[in-house]
């Protein structure tokens, strides 16, 4: 299967370190840096079968992390012979609560633009979510969202129908074709739901490139109405045609 998606939006690789700690409840003044380097290596594992577009930071936060953790792994005695130098995690920590009192700033500019928005009618500019468009109670899911509810797919695949070899009849044009035909009967999936019926390996990714790709086209949404929480696909509103009878 050769088809490469490239998101307008990617996000970085801080954004992954705060997914996680956040999905995790972790302190961020404590981070088990052996446990958040693994997830972060599994997220860039499945980034890459995907063919995703990594950009370079992704592979310096690896670097980054693998230093930290080796530090971290150094025994008792040899950290306490350099107990003037700070903890190893230190400078990633102040840069992820930099880059997160960014992003709180930057959901706070946003809202202040929705309730401009309800006093002074604009038109909404392309890529915007308004909150009729997500639904009341809902919110736009996230990149790393979709990956992690495609990591939980893969692993309830059993192993032997990753091993089973069937000729490859699974393309994403088509995929896309069928998720949207789907959308004119349903107003509304879960994404799990996408992938009950799938055969194999190649057929679930076919089945999540076409969602990324209906992203970028802009031609549906993902929302979900808590953190973390399952992953609906609506069609955006003004793309929904009426079903032929």
């Known amino acids: ?7 307008e939006v990617f996000e970085g690789p801080l954004d992954l370190l705060l997914y996680l700690i956040k999905r995790d409840e972790i302190d961020i ?19 890459q079968l995907l063919d995703l ?8 936060m690896t670097s980054t992390l693998m230093q930290i953790k080796s530090k971290m792994l150094l025994p008792i005695e040899e950290r306490q012979a350099e107990e003037e130098e700070e903890d190893p ?18 959901t706070r500019l946003e809202e202040l633009e929705k309730v401009q928005e309800q006093t002074f009618r604009r038109r ?24 992690s509810a495609f990591s ?4 309830s695949v059993p192993k032997k129908q990753f091993l089973e ?10 995929k896309v074709h069928d998720l949207l035909h789907l959308l004119v009967i349903k107003p509304a999936i879960y994404f799990s739901k996408l992938f009950e019926k799938a055969k194999n390996k190649a057929e679930i990714i076919a089945t999540f490139l076409a969602v990324l790709e209906l992203i970028r086209l802009k031609e549906i949404v993902v929302r979900q109405q808590h953190p973390f929480s399952e992953i609906q696909i609506i069609r955006r509103p003004g793309h929904i045609k009426a079903k032929s009878n």
């Open 29 to 47: 003044y404590h981070i088990p840096i052996a446990k958040i380097t693994g997830q972060y290596l599994e997220y860039l594992d499945l980034m």
């Open 89 to 106: 995690r230190a400078e990633l920590v102040r840069k992820l609560l930099e880059y997160k009192k960014f992003k709180q700033a930057a």
């Open 53 to 60: 577009h990594l950009a370079g930071e992704f592979l310096v």
């Open 152 to 155: 939980k797919i893969l692993k």
């Open 124 to 147: 909404v500019t392309p890529g915007s979510f308004s909150a009729q468009e997500t639904g009341e109670g809902y919110f736009e899911a996230s990149l790393f969202d979709l990956i």
């Open 1 to 7: 299967m050769s088809y490469k998606v490239t998101l």
């Open 165 to 174: 070899i069937i000729k490859d009849e699974f393309t994403v044009e088509k």
